[in-house]
C-alpha cells in the first residue's frame, strides 16, 4: 500500500503548474478567497461566485503561507485531498472487504483519469471525498469494532476481574473503557461534521449513514444492540460542528443558489412526469461504461468513467454487492454509492462527474470486488494455473494504469479545448516572461484585465508566484504606452488583439514574432516598441486630445448660466492621474446615435496601496442625472508605474427616447470599493469631482 499511495502523490503532485494547462476562472475564484483569508477575512461560507464552502480555502491558505501564493500552492491543497482520498479509501475497504480489496481499489483510485483531474485542480469539489470515507470508516469501526473491554483484554493488561468490578465511576478503568467504546463515533462525527464545509455534494452523506443505521437495525439488530448511545453521539457531534453553518446558510438563503440545480427533476416529478428523472437515471449509470461528461474542461468529451474492460468489471461488482446486499459491508458500499449518485439523477445535465463526487471513496470497490471474485472462481477451476491467473490480473491492473495515466497526461492535456478552457495563454506568458528576465518595460493585452473581470493579471501573478513586473491593458478598447525609458515590449494576448485605432500610434511597432503552444495553436504576440518611437507614442498621446477645451462648474447641476472655467491640460485628477484632453466628437445628435471620442491620461504614480480605481464618462441632462455613461478602466490602476500614458475608448449611445436639449459630458475617475470620486485640480486647487469636455446638443 506504502507504493501505491507514494504513486498516487506522485501522480497528483508531477508538473502540476503545466497540467492542467493554465489557470481555471474557477481556480482564480478561490486564490481570491484564499488571499482574503491571508488578508485576515473569517469566513464560514463564502458569498463569491454562487456561494462556496471554506474548508478547501483555509487549507490552501495554509498551503500558501508555507509555500507561497502560486498556482501552485493552489493546486496542492487538492493533490493533499486527493491523496488523502485514496488512503482513506484504502481503510475502508480493507474493514469491509479485505486487505486485497483495499489494495485494487486504492491503486485503481490513485491512477484513474476521474480522481486524478480532481486531485490536481484547485478547486474544493475533491475535497468532501476523504471525509466522506473516514466517517463510514468511523461509523463502521464504532458499530462493529468498539465494545466493553473482554476478560482476555483485562488479563493481557494484568486487571483481574475483582479489580474491573470493584472499579467506580470515573477510575482510570471506567474513563479508559468508556473512551475505547466511544472513540470512533466520536471521531467519526467530527469527520462527518467537517464535511459540511467541504462541498455541497456532502450535505448527502449523514442521510446516508442514517439509511445504513436504519439497515442495521431493520435486518442486524444484533449489530445495534448497546450501539444506540454511540451512534446519537456520532451524529450528535457532526451536527453541533456543523451547526454554525447551518445558521448561516438558514440566515442567508440568498446565498444557496447552486441547489436550484436540483430543482427541476423534482418539480416534474411532483407533476407526475416521472420520464425526465428515468433519462437522468439512465444517463447517470450509463457514463460508467458509455458516455461520461461532455466537456472538456472536466473530461475528455464523452470519455467514460471506465474504460470497458473496467467498465464491465464495475456492473459485475455491483450487481455481485446487490447479489450479497443482507452482508452490511456490501450494505454500506451500495448505500455510499447510491448517495453519491442522487446528486447527478436529481439535477438537470446528467452525467456529471462534478455531481456524482461522492462516490470516489466506493466506486473502485466493485470492479475490485468482481475481480478478486473472478480469479477465485478461475483458480478453483484450474488451481494448476493460479500464477499465470493472478500475472493476468495484474497485467490487466498495469495496462488500466497506462491507458488512464496518457489519458489524463496526453490525450487530455493536449487538446486545444482544454488549453484554451485553462487559460493555456498565461502559462505561456509566464514561461515567456520567465525566459526574458531583462524585459523589463512591458505591457500585457488581455480581455479579462478591468475592475469586474481582473483574472488575465490575476492568473499571471499566481502562474509566476510573484507579481508581474508588467502593465495590463486591454488592446481593443484601450492602449498603454510605458511612460520609463528603454525598449517597450507589448505581449498581445490572441483574444485581445491591438485595436486598429491605435495603429498610428504604435506605426513603428516591430513585430517579434507569435508565440504558439507545443501543439502549435497561438498563444500571444509578442512586440517590441525602441525607445525613440515609444517616446514619440507617449508624445502623440499627449498632444492628440491637448487641444480640445475642459472646464469644470461648481455645483452637482448645471443651472443655466453657470460659469464654467477653463481647465487647461494636464490636469491632475487625485494624486494618481491627468487628465490629458480628449479627441472631437460632432456638436449634435439625434436619440439612438452614439457619441464616440478618446480619452488620454497619464499616471502619475501608482494607485496608493493597490486601490482599485474605475473611470466614469456620462452624458449629464441640466439636473446632473445622466443620460448615458460608461464606467469601466481598461488599464488597470494597480499596474500603473509613473510616467505610464494610456489612452481609452468611448461609445456613449443616447436612449432612443431622450429628449432634445443641450447636455454635458463629464469624465473622472473615482474608487469602486468607497465609490469616492477623485477631486479634480486647477491651479493646485481641488475645484471640482469631474471635468466637463464640450457639451452635445441632442436634436429632435
Known amino acids: 500500500m506504502s507504493a501505491v499511495l507514494l504513486a498516487a502523490l506522485v501522480l497528483r503532485l508531477v508538473a502540476l503548474r503545466d497540467i492542467p494547462p493554465g489557470p481555471a476562472y474557477d481556480e482564480l475564484i478561490n486564490a481570491d478567497q484564499v488571499e482574503r483569508i491571508l488578508g485576515g477575512e473569517f469566513v464560514i461560507y463564502s458569498t463569491t461566485d454562487f456561494g462556496r464552502e471554506p474548508l478547501y480555502h483555509y487549507l490552501a491558505s495554509a498551503v500558501w503561507r508555507l509555500g507561497g501564493r502560486t498556482l501552485v500552492g493552489l493546486r496542492v491543497a487538492a493533490a493533499l485531498c486527493g491523496t488523502a482520498l485514496v488512503l482513506a479509501s484504502y481503510v475502508l475497504a480493507r474493514r469491509l472487504f479485505g486487505a486485497p480489496v483495499a489494495l485494487i481499489a486504492a491503486a485503481g483510485l490513485a491512477v484513474a ?323 526574458r528576465p531583462e524585459i523589463e518595460n512591458a505591457a500585457l493585452s488581455g480581455p479579462g484585465t478591468d475592475y469586474w473581470n481582473p483574472w488575465e493579471p490575476i492568473a499571471l501573478d499566481i502562474t509566476l508566484g510573484r507579481p508581474a513586473a508588467a502593465r495590463w491593458f486591454n488592446g481593443q478598447t484601450s492602449l498603454l504606452v510605458p511612460g520609463a525609458p528603454g525598449d517597450a515590449w507589448y505581449l498581445v494576448l490572441d483574444a485581445a488583439p491591438l485595436s486598429g485605432e491605435w495603429a498610428a500610434y504604435l506605426d513603428r511597432l516591430e513585430t517579434v514574432g507569435p508565440v504558439s503552444d507545443f501543439n502549435g495553436v497561438p498563444q500571444f504576440t509578442v512586440y517590441r516598441l525602441p525607445d525613440p518611437a515609444r517616446a514619440a507614442a507617449v508624445q502623440a498621446l499627449i498632444e492628440t486630445g491637448a487641444g480640445n477645451p475642459a472646464h469644470w462648474m461648481a455645483g452637482a447641476d448645471f443651472p443655466s448660466g453657470a460659469e464654467r472655467h477653463t481647465l487647461a491640460p494636464p490636469a491632475q485628477v487625485g494624486e494618481a492621474a491627468e487628465f490629458l484632453g480628449y479627441t472631437a466628437y460632432d456638436a449634435a445628435y439625434r436619440p439612438g446615435d452614439t457619441i464616440a471620442f478618446k480619452t488620454f491620461w497619464r499616471a502619475v504614480k501608482p494607485s496608493p496601496s493597490n486601490e482599485a480605481l474605475l473611470a466614469f464618462v456620462h452624458v449629464l441632462d441640466s439636473a446632473g442625472a445622466p443620460l448615458a455613461g460608461w464606467d469601466d478602466l481598461d488599464v488597470p490602476a494597480e499596474y500603473w508605474r509613473t510616467g505610464d500614458v494610456f489612452a481609452l475608448s468611448h461609445a456613449l449611445t443616447l436612449p432612443a427616447g431622450a429628449p432634445p436639449g443641450v447636455y454635458e459630458i463629464a469624465v473622472g475617475l473615482y474608487a469602486p470599493e468607497t465609490m469616492h470620486r477623485l477631486p479634480v485640480f486647477d491651479a493646485g486647487q481641488p475645484v471640482s469631482d469631474r471635468v466637463l469636455l464640450l457639451p452635445v446638443t441632442v436634436e429632435p
Open 113 to 435: 483519469f476521474v480522481p486524478l483531474y480532481w486531485s490536481r485542480v484547485g478547486l474544493r469539489i475533491i475535497t468532501p471525498t476523504p471525509f466522506i470515507a473516514l466517517s463510514a470508516y468511523a461509523l463502521w469501526r464504532g458499530l462493529f469494532d468498539a465494545g466493553n473491554t473482554t476478560e482476555t483484554q483485562r488479563t493481557q493488561r494484568g486487571i483481574s476481574a475483582e479489580e474491573h468490578r470493584n472499579s467506580k465511576n470515573f477510575s482510570v478503568l471506567s474513563v479508559f473503557s468508556v473512551v475505547k467504546k466511544f472513540r470512533w463515533f466520536a471521531l467519526g462525527g467530527v469527520s462527518l461534521g467537517l464535511a459540511a464545509y467541504t462541498y455541497i455534494a456532502a450535505r448527502v452523506t449523514p442521510f446516508v449513514l442514517l439509511a445504513f443505521v436504519a439497515y442495521l437495525a431493520l435486518f442486524h439488530r444484533q449489530a445495534m444492540r448497546g450501539r444506540w448511545r454511540g451512534v446519537v453521539l456520532f451524529f450528535t457531534v457532526a451536527a453541533l460542528i456543523a451547526l454554525p453553518l447551518v445558521i448561516f446558510l438558514l440566515q442567508h438563503p440568498e446565498l444557496e443558489q447552486r441547489t436550484s440545480q436540483l430543482g427541476s427533476i423534482l418539480v416534474r416529478l411532483g407533476r407526475g412526469e416521472i420520464a425526465p428523472l428515468l433519462q437522468n437515471a439512465w444517463a447517470s449509470m450509463s457514463m460508467f461504461i458509455g458516455a461520461g461528461q461532455k466537456y472538456w474542461i472536466y473530461n475528455i468529451y464523452g470519455r467514460s468513467f471506465f474504460p470497458l474492460p473496467a467498465g464491465v468489471l464495475f456492473y459485475l461488482g455491483l450487481g455481485l454487492a446487490f447479489w450479497r446486499w443482507r452482508q452490511p459491508a456490501y450494505a454500506l458500499a451500495l448505500l455510499l454509492f447510491w448517495g453519491g449518485m442522487a446528486p447527478d439523477i436529481l439535477a438537470d445535465g446528467a452525467p456529471s462527474f462534478v455531481h456524482t463526487i461522492n462516490i470516489l471513496p466506493v466506486a473502485f470497490i466493485f470492479p475490485a470486488l468482481a475481480l478478486l471474485e473472478g480469479g477465485r472462481r478461475l483458480s478453483g477451476r484450474f488451481p494448476a494455473r493460479r500464477r499465470a491467473i493472478i500475472g493476468a490480473g495484474v497485467a490487466l491492473m498495469c495496462l488500466y494504469a497506462a491507458v488512464e495515466i496518457d489519458a489524463y497526461f496526453n490525450t487530455w492535456a493536449r487538446h486545444p479545448e482544454a488549453r484554451t478552457h485553462y487559460a493555456s495563454s498565461i502559462l505561456s506568458a509566464a514561461r515567456y516572461l520567465e525566459s
